[in-house]
């Protein structure tokens, strides 16, 4: 080791960093790459440097509110604004970003990583244009705060308002996803919230570039502390234990983090744990229509949330139409799996649960006898996230959209249009199959909540002695 040490004060004297760390433990040289703080480091400046001052999480929190306020303050036009920089600066520094992108791509092919996460790390060309895009769809839609709901009069003179405002400070633990940062980001400014992220080390270049592209564009009259990127080795647990300054937690990623968050904290989490998302294909379904709506929900994007599982009215099971699906299918690389039923019928292996997302090319395949058991196996092996029914029967469809309790409820549309640009909301922060607050996708409107003003001319409650209550509807104003 003293050969070592003295090698290293030797380099870096000379000028070349080095760092010493051990050669046994996992993925060591990969976690220097990515200017992780593993090991010594030897530099010749280091004399000069001051120890590391991390930022706490309640310090980020406290500040991200302070900023949330001032944003607040600002007029409609004002916090227009700052979305049309925010994307105006995001297509100026898009080759910055995809160097970045492409360098955590790198470091994720180096490490394993399986094909699902990298797909989901990957920006895709055009992507930056996209996301653009969608946040002036959210500068350009009507200001969300402050917006008067509902107006009473409680008594004479005394006039009580219902109006929007925002949660205050929103903490969102995403895994892989680059592109969730800017979406969530943008929202947030819209709905003047503060925001914590907490990226996964996997996108660490990605979401650092993007934070800093995006906290440039926010004017110094609000602070770029609006936006906080935790970048300390933080547990989760950890983070969730702030539950005196931090509003809410949503979750983008893994079951398993989901459900960690949501048995692990206090504070409320907005978010769904699975996306097992159904396709029925009815008897009386257009089997042209049935065939491009599966393959659409399935082979879009396969590692989505809202990528099908298939199920079929058993009236079609080995008819012509149904095997050209199925084959189509194959055809395109997706493995096909069956539950009980269909795996006597079509031959192909079991799956190993009916309710598995797969996130990757492959679909279980099941029969069903008719639209009420297609309903009971979705109740039953469902997440309650977004589910689709293909028929040309209108009583079949309206059945299936009446009675099937999910957050999305499809009639002949494929279940990748349940999300929240496509549903016209600018973005989402994600999709919430919980049903308080929020459900289904979630953007501007699930990030409000509201509060009372009570306008009066010094009136007292006195016993209600001296009040004549009206409780009448005024119009909104």
């Not at 440039?216 to 547990?235: F, H, Q, S, Y």
């Not at 192909?348 to 196996?377: F, G, N, R, W």
């Not at 689709?388 to 009583?395: E, G, L, M, R």
């Not at 409107?445 to 007292?460: A, D, H, I, P």
């Amino acid at each position: 080791m003293t050969a070592k040490v003295q090698a290293a004060v030797w380099a870096s004297t000379g000028g070349v960093p080095v760092v010493i760390t051990s050669g046994c433990a996992s993925q060591s040289l990969v976690k220097v790459l990515r200017g992780e703080k593993i090991g010594t480091l030897f530099h010749k400046n280091a004399s000069l440097w001051e120890p590391s001052k991390d930022t706490s999480v309640r310090e980020m929190a406290v500040a991200a509110r302070d900023c949330s306020r001032r944003l607040q303050n600002l007029t409609s036009e004002e916090r227009k604004k700052i979305l049309v920089d925010v994307a105006d600066a995001l297509e100026a520094n898009e080759d910055l970003i995809r160097s970045e992108n492409e360098a955590d791509l790198a470091a994720a092919h180096e490490a394993g990583y399986e094909s699902a996460l990298v797909s989901r790390l990957t920006l895709k060309p055009g992507k930056i244009a996209s996301l653009a895009k969608s946040v002036r769809t959210l500068a350009n839609m009507e200001d969300p705060i402050n917006e008067i709901l509902k107006r009473t009069e409680v008594a004479d003179g005394l006039v009580l308002e219902k109006t929007s405002c925002p949660l205050g400070v929103l903490l969102i633990i995403f895994e892989s996803r680059p592109d969730a940062l800017v979406q969530i980001a943008s929202l947030a400014i819209r709905s003047g919230n503060g925001l914590l992220l907490k990226g996964g080390k996997e996108a660490m270049r990605s979401n650092a570039i993007l934070h800093k592209v995006i906290t440039n564009a926010i004017p110094n009259n609000v602070g770029e502390k609006l936006i906080g990127l935790i970048t300390t080795r933080d547990e989760i647990a950890d983070l969730l234990k702030h539950d005196d300054v931090i509003d809410l937690v949503i979750p983008r990623g893994s079951n398993k983090l989901v459900a960690q968050i949501k048995s692990s904290t206090k504070i409320p989490v907005l978010g769904h744990a699975d996306g097992v998302c159904h396709v029925y294909i009815d008897k009386s379904a257009d089997m042209d229509m049935a065939k491009r709506i599966v393959m659409d929900a399935k082979i879009d994007y396969p590692a989505a949330c809202n990528a099908m599982t298939l199920l079929v009215h058993k009236d079609l099971m080995k008819t012509p139409e149904l095997n050209d699906i199925l084959v189509a299918l194959k055809t395109a690389g997706v493995n096909l799996y069956c539950g009980p039923v269909a795996h006597k019928v079509l031959g192909y292996p079991k799956a190993d649960s009916l309710h598995l997302e797969y996130s990757s090319m492959a679909c279980t395949v099941e029969i069903v006898d008719d639209v009420q058991s297609a309903i009971d196996h979705i109740h039953r092996y469902g997440s309650a996230h977004t589910d689709c029914v293909v028929t040309t029967d209108d009583k079949v469809a309206e059945t299936f959209l009446r009675q099937v309790d999910s957050a999305a409820v499809l009639y002949n549309a494929s279940t990748r249009f349940s999300d929240g640009a496509r549903f016209g909301l600018g973005a989402e922060v994600g999709i919430s199959t919980g049903r308080i607050h929020a459900r289904g996708p979630v953007g501007v409107e699930g990030l409000l909540t509201t509060r009372w003003l009570l306008r009066g001319k010094g009136q007292v409650v006195n016993g209600d002695k001296d009040v004549e209550y009206t409780h009448k509807s005024l119009p909104l104003q």
